[in-house]
């Protein structure tokens, strides 16, 4: 009986954020040629029907539980990779954002197994333009600054307070419990009035938008039962998702 | 004789950062099922062989020349979808990070045309993960600033002073004749060993990357000869992309 060879790889994948449509033509060639895959809570698991004869490894949380840490994680994707060939590490949106893929790949690394990155669609852009709010706009803003509500430790992300005070959108991931914190940084700094929005499960069929300013924006995701995942979006470009052409051009003029 | 009934459509997608296996499954599709495609200069043309009966209308720069005005871009956009059916408008990275894609779909709206929004990878994330420079780290970078290095009238982005003074990455996009005056402000605000990166053509076989501080930046880019279209990556998640697993962990033990 012939004997399989076992040539070692891993790539790193971005799954996109939610829809299945959204992932790269290179994501779906690298699942098709998967021998084992391990994926996130964030992955969209009818993605994982392009790989019928992988074994695959759930590896996310699920109800606040860690299955695995991070560590053994680690040792997960070297250890398959040895035994079985090919492994996808299948992350939620892209893997370097806030995703801890570099650390995985630097892992990787120490064993010589040959590693690629294949990029993903962030919903840090993704999820606002799907609900019709582009990050950046001529004349409104030319910047858009990304950053996870909290810091390790669990506190409050230092940066919000600069922030504030830019022209530039601000984006905020896994921010959704620190919405009150984060708008009421805006009051404080006179930027009542600034528009906010939170998008939950963005890109997908149950997609729900709110919009508000930093005085109501937390009321009224109260009101409407935002729950996470929810990507909040923060500046003038909120104010275009609901206006038509001929107002966003009387704005930009009044703006020139 | 049977006539083909139009249904005018507009479909804006993003391309991604070159490499042409780096556009999603849905803007394939979308090209796929173009009557008209629109495309612009950074576009990997080989796209547009999935659509060998379409239209091709390029409406990018060359050598600094533009064929169309916006004004006129969105005309065609309209004529198009109105004479021919489905317009698919193609665009380099994604259409909403400085690709003025909003404004095209605005006005597209004004003629009750359905539209949709096809996400691109972008290249203020994907070439910093593929010349291995991840935008966010556990403990180095929680937060990452996507920013044009110009205003809409040619001056330096006013908001790099404030960057200057965040932890968070810096990414420039369209930013290497400001490349100068930007590590100057590094300089100045006494962070001349802050780590910069420039990649020219990144995601695409002819990559180039060069590394180095704010202090000697400038010059290292001009000796190796980095041309635009590059990207700036600004942070100490550059100094990342040399390293090892292991020197990655005494550094981060280092900062905890």
Do not use: C, W
Request: net charge neutral; hydrophobic share 40%.
């Amino acid at each position: 009986m012939s004997q399989k060879i076992i040539s070692p790889k891993v790539t790193l994948v971005g799954a996109g954020p939610g829809d299945i449509e959204l992932i790269t033509l290179k994501g779906i060639k690298a699942i098709e040629q998967a021998d084992v895959i391990l994926y996130d809570a964030l992955v969209n698991e009818a993605l994982l029907e392009y790989a019928p004869n992988a074994k695959k490894i759930f590896v996310g949380k699920r109800r606040g539980y860690k299955a695995y840490s991070q560590e053994e994680i680690n040792h997960l994707i070297v250890e398959n990779a040895l035994n079985y060939g090919h492994v996808v590490r299948l992350k939620g949106g892209d893997s370097f954002v806030f995703g801890r893929g570099f650390e995985e790949l630097a892992y990787v690394e120490l064993f010589n197994i040959p590693s690629e990155i294949v990029p993903g669609i962030s919903s840090s852009i993704a999820v606002p333009a799907l609900a019709n709010i582009p990050v950046t706009h001529r004349n409104l803003s030319q910047s858009f600054h990304v950053i996870s509500a909290t810091l390790s430790d669990g506190s409050l992300h230092p940066d919000f307070e600069s922030l504030s005070q830019l022209n530039g959108t601000v984006v905020v991931l896994m921010g959704l419990s620190k919405l009150r914190e984060i708008a009421q940084i805006y009051e404080k700094n006179g930027r009542g009035n600034t528009p906010f929005a939170v998008i939950s499960n963005g890109t997908l069929p149950n997609q729900k938008t709110v919009t508000g300013t930093s005085e109501n924006i937390f009321d009224l995701a109260v009101k409407h039962k935002i729950q996470s995942p929810a990507v909040i979006v923060i500046g003038e470009v909120v104010s275009l998702s609901n206006q038509t052409y001929q107002s966003i051009h009387f704005y930009q003029n009044f703006l020139n």
